[in-house]
Nanobody
Framework: QVQLVESGGGSVQAGGSLRLSCAAS????????MGWFRQAPGKEREFVAA????????STADSVKGRFIISRDNAKDTVYLRMNSLKPEDTAVYYC???????????WGQGTQVTVSL
């Protein structure tokens, strides 16, 4: 079992920045690929970004490329999502997830709300 707890969400004006954190516990953090997903009201959950076990390889959705950066600190069992130049369309609940590959995520956090206003 892996437990994931997100933090760092909140309300921000367009153009602002936030950094989300996801603390993991339960199993060896460095053995999992870590990812961020989001779900806006009335929409399906979508992939945002993922990082390999070492953090050396990352993948980012086109919609946030150049604005969002995923990183991880295996010594702290934590993955981060730095979000810059936020737009109202980034408003969503953001979820942290872990899994064995970039396309398979087995464990999910409870989510943290991000609201971007004009």
């Amino acid at each position: 079992q892996v437990q994931l707890v997100e933090s760092g969400g909140g309300s921000v004006q367009a153009g602002g920045s936030l950094r989300l954190s996801c603390a993991a516990s339960g199993r060896t953090f460095s053995t999992y690929v870590m990812g961020w997903f989001r779900q806006a009201p009335g929409k399906e959950r979508e992939f945002v970004a993922a990082a390999s076990r070492s953090g050396g390889v990352t993948s980012t959705a086109d919609s946030v490329k150049g604005r969002f950066i995923i990183s991880r600190d295996n010594a702290k069992d934590t993955v981060y999502l730095r979000m810059n130049s936020l737009k109202p369309e980034d408003t969503a609940v953001y979820y942290c997830a872990s899994g064995p590959t970039f396309s398979t995520f087995n464990y999910w956090g409870q989510g943290t709300q991000v609201t971007v206003s004009l």
